[in-house]
């Protein structure tokens, strides 16, 4: 009888642990395809440059000897 009890337990746990997977699987699916996000891509990959030159900047400054 006690066997019966746990393979119940195994199985219900199995398909809360499967819905659950289903479920975030999507919502993290829309969270990454959403016109939002990609128009924020776009904006960070306009500023990449920007940020580029300043890192290059900032290396270069720190790697000079100071006089």
Same mark, same amino acid.
């Given at each position: 009888?006690?066997? +019966? *009890?746990?393979?119940?337990? @195994? =199985?219900?746990?199995? +398909? *809360?642990?499967?819905?659950? @997977? =289903?479920?975030?699987?999507?919502?993290?699916?829309?969270?990454?395809?959403?016109?939002?996000?990609?128009?924020?891509?776009?904006?960070?990959?306009?500023?990449?440059?920007?940020?580029?030159?300043?890192?290059?900047?900032?290396?270069?400054?720190?790697?000079?000897?100071?006089?």
């Amino acid at each position: 009888m006690k066997k +019966v *009890i746990i393979n119940h337990r @195994v =199985i219900r746990n199995y +398909v *809360i642990m499967v819905a659950s @997977v =289903i479920t975030l699987s999507a919502f993290i699916g829309d969270l990454f395809h959403s016109q939002s996000r990609i128009a924020q891509q776009d904006r960070l990959n306009g500023y990449a440059p920007f940020i580029g030159a300043g890192v290059v900047n900032y290396g270069k400054d720190f790697l000079e000897p100071s006089d």
